[in-house]
C-alpha cells in the first residue's frame, strides 16, 4: 500500500458509500432523460443544481460559501465544478438521442480513465484484483448491451466526452477531499452550474407543467443524496478501489428502462450483470481479507 492509500477499513466504508449513490443515480439518470425530453437541458440542470445549494446552504452556514471562494482548494473546486457543468451538458444532450441503456453503457468507460488517472495523478498503488475488476466489470457493460447500433456518432462522442470529464471529477475528489467536507464539494460544483446554466434562462425558459415541477423538486433531492454518498465513497476510498463498482447503475439502467419505457433486456443482458456482479464483490472479498490480513500482523 502507497502513502496514497487509505487504511482497508476506510476503502470497504468508502465502498459502500459509492453502491449507495450511483444506485441513487440511476433515479436521477432516468428523471433527467425524461424531463429534457420536454425541456432545455440549461433549465434542468439550473433547477437541479440551484434546488441542492439551496439544501447545502441550509445545512452549512451562509458564510461557508465565501470560506470557500477564498480557501486554498478554490482553484480546483472551480475546474472540478467546470467538468461537471461539461460532462452533463454532454451526457443530457445526448440523451434525446441514445436509449437509457445505451448511454450507461458507453459511459461505463470512466471506471478505466478513473483507474489510468489515480495511478498519474494520485500515485495510488493499482493493484491486481482492481484492474481484474474494472476490466471484467467493463467486459460485463460490453456483454449485456452489445453494440450501440446507432448510426449518428455525435450522441456517442458526447457520452464519452462526459465520460472523461467525470472520470477527472472523481479524481479530484480525492485531491480536494483531503481539505473540504462532502457538504463543501456539493455547494461549490453545484453553484458553478447554477450560475452559468442560469446566465441561460432568458434565452431557453419553457414553463414546466406540475408533473414537471414534481419530478425537478425529486430531482433535487435526489441529486443531493446521490451527489453527497459518492463524494463521502471518493474521499475514504482511493478512486481505482471505487471505480469497478459504479458498474450498479448498468443494471439500474435496465431496470429503470423496463418499468418507464418498457424494454425488456434480452439474455446478454443478465450474462453481462452477472459479471458486473462477480468483479464487484470480487474486489469486496479481496478488500476484507486485506484488511483482516493486516489486522493480524
Not at 161 to 177: D, E, M, P, S
Not at 270 to 289: C, H, K, Q, R, W
Request: glycine share 8%; hydrophobic share 60%; net charge positive.
Amino acid at each position: 500500500m502507497s502513502l496514497a492509500d487509505p487504511p482497508p477499513n476506510r476503502t470497504l466504508l468508502g465502498i459502500g458509500y459509492v453502491l449507495i449513490g450511483f444506485s441513487i443515480f440511476s433515479i436521477q439518470d432516468a428523471t433527467v432523460k425524461w424531463l429534457v425530453a420536454t425541456l432545455p437541458v440549461w433549465q434542468v440542470l439550473f433547477s437541479r443544481s440551484i434546488l441542492i445549494v439551496v439544501l447545502c446552504l441550509f445545512l452549512l452556514a451562509p458564510q461557508r460559501a465565501v470560506e470557500l471562494a477564498r480557501g486554498s482548494s478554490r482553484t480546483q473546486l472551480l475546474i472540478r465544478s467546470s467538468l461537471i457543468l461539461m460532462a452533463w451538458l454532454a451526457y443530457f444532450t445526448a440523451s434525446r438521442s441514445l436509449h437509457l441503456a445505451e448511454m450507461v453503457t458507453i459511459y461505463f468507460s470512466t471506471p478505466i480513465f478513473a483507474v489510468i488517472m489515480s495511478i498519474f495523478i494520485l500515485k495510488e498503488t493499482v493493484g491486481f484484483a482492481r484492474w481484474a475488476a474494472t476490466i471484467i466489470g467493463f467486459i460485463g457493460v460490453i456483454i449485456a448491451a452489445g453494440p450501440a447500433g446507432s448510426t449518428d456518432f455525435i450522441p456517442v462522442l458526447l457520452v464519452l466526452f462526459a465520460a472523461l470529464c467525470w472520470a477527472a471529477t472523481n479524481v479530484l475528489v480525492r485531491l480536494i477531499g483531503r481539505k473540504e467536507g462532502s457538504l463543501s464539494l456539493m455547494l461549490a460544483s453545484n453553484a458553478i452550474v447554477a450560475l452559468v446554466c442560469g446566465m441561460t434562462l432568458p434565452f431557453v425558459w419553457i414553463a414546466p407543467s406540475l408533473n414537471e415541477i414534481i419530478l425537478i423538486l425529486m430531482l433535487g433531492v435526489v441529486g443531493a443524496s446521490g451527489q453527497y454518498f459518492m463524494f463521502e465513497g471518493y474521499r475514504l476510498a482511493p478512486a481505482s478501489a471505487v471505480a469497478p463498482f459504479e458498474y450498479i447503475t448498468l443494471i439500474w439502467a435496465f431496470g429503470w428502462g423496463f418499468l418507464i419505457w418498457g424494454d425488456f433486456p434480452p439474455l446478454p443482458v443478465f450474462i453481462g450483470a452477472a459479471l458486473i456482479l462477480a468483479s464487484g464483490f470480487g474486489l469486496v472479498i479481496v478488500e476484507a481479507l486485506t484488511e483482516r490480513r493486516r489486522r493480524l500482523t
